[in-house]
């Protein structure tokens, strides 16, 4: 059963943007830690962003200023608006959800590729 869907991946230009979106049900994002993972190739995942039901959140230092990470509670969605692309942002883009117990939801994952 998919309980993450992600959508709004593809090619842009360096300096470009790119809006990414997780849909998921309600059930989950109130009681679900969200979030954004990348991989790239030969490189192992890491963390992007996450929001918490209250709305707070955390970035790697990568992405910091560029990212923004929200919730659309009446859409049912976690979205990653991503500014001032770079080549290294290059990478799989997973949605992720983290329970208080430590389990783990993902998408399917989505390509994001900046490249000129």
């Known amino acids: 059963q998919v309980q993450l869907v992600e959508s709004g991946g593809g090619l842009v230009q360096p300096g470009g943007s790119l809006r990414l979106s997780c849909a998921a049900s309600k059930n989950i994002l109130d009681r679900y830690v969200m979030g954004w993972f990348r991989q790239a190739p030969g490189k192992q995942r890491e963390l992007v962003a996450t929001?918490?039901?209250?709305?707070?959140?955390n970035y790697t230092d990568s992405v910091k200023g560029r990212f923004t990470i929200s919730r659309d509670n009446a859409q049912n969605t976690v979205n990653l608006q991503m500014n001032s692309l770079k080549p290294e942002d290059t990478a799989v883009y997973y949605c992720n959800a983290r329970s208080v117990f430590g389990n783990d939801l993902w998408g399917q994952g989505t390509q994001v590729t900046v490249s000129s």
């Open positions: 929001i918490t039901r209250y709305d707070d959140t």
